[in-house]
């Protein structure tokens, strides 16, 4: 899939600032650590946050507004891209170890594994629906009342997950393994045409307090460390004008 948020960035480009390199040296107890399953984490905490924003900044949407409509647009797909990533990461490579080593749970992974399949058709039947209210703002009330549903729809299996499967994932999987984590989630998106490293990466990491980044980068390969302060820019300069009037609706209603 061609890259919808972020210009993908040269690996030579003189510009990329560093993030390794300039602070003082750690000694081996102040390795940042890694975050269990951090791959897992950061999907449902940004679908939650951009299913939240997404309904408001489709209300807000005008009439002769069709940049905005088209970029809004080009977002949800991106967000039912990585879902679908998401969905192949657990149902090919996690799920399949986990029924091995705790067969106890394999009627929570086939009602999961099941409901993965009626949530990636709900996205792309709203995804039909978004594409209409791109280009008709006179359909975007219910569209977005659309979206909201499947948001509370997607919340029940996302807390399913975290409360019924995660914990007893501990277990099953040693610490520091690669299951689940932020590397394995973009290799599965980078093997299954998915959405670039630098969109996916901007995207989960959106709203991450910095000291959670570093962890988390710390995790991933010295290329993405180097590269994230660009990536990072640019995704927050394409994507602001989106979610700035939502943003402040939000906050007013509060």
Request: net charge negative; charged share 25%.
């Amino acid at each position: 899939m061609p890259s919808h948020l972020l210009p993908v960035a040269s690996p030579v480009s003189p510009a990329v600032p560093t993030q390794r390199g300039s602070a003082p040296d750690r000694t081996a107890d102040e390795e940042p650590q890694a975050v269990r399953f951090a791959g897992l984490r950061l999907v449902h905490a940004a679908l939650r946050r951009d299913l939240a924003r997404l309904p408001n900044a489709l209300r807000l949407l005008q009439p002769g507004e069709d940049e905005k409509g088209a970029a809004l647009l080009r977002h949800w797909t991106f967000v039912t891209a990585v879902l679908t990533c998401h969905h192949e990461q657990q149902d090919t490579r996690i799920w399949p170890i986990v029924r091995r080593f705790a067969p106890e749970l394999r009627l929570l992974l086939n009602w999961l594994e099941a409901d993965h399949h009626n949530l990636d058709h709900s996205f792309t039947r709203v995804t039909t629906l978004v594409r209409i209210a791109s280009r008709d703002t006179g359909s975007v009330w219910p569209v977005a009342y659309a979206i909201e549903d499947l948001a509370a729809r997607l919340e029940t299996h996302l807390r399913v997950e975290e409360r019924q499967l995660l914990p007893r994932m501990d277990a099953v999987f040693a610490e520091g393994s690669r299951v689940g984590s932020l590397p394995e989630l973009l290799d599965v998106m980078h093997s299954a045409d998915g959405p670039g490293t630098p969109d996916a990466l901007a995207w989960l990491l959106d709203g991450v307090e910095p000291e959670v980044v570093e962890r988390l980068l710390a995790d991933c390969d010295d290329m993405v460390a180097r590269h994230w302060p660009h990536w990072q820019a640019t995704y927050q300069r394409c994507t602001a004008p989106l979610w700035g009037a939502s943003e402040a609706w939000d906050a007013a209603g509060e």
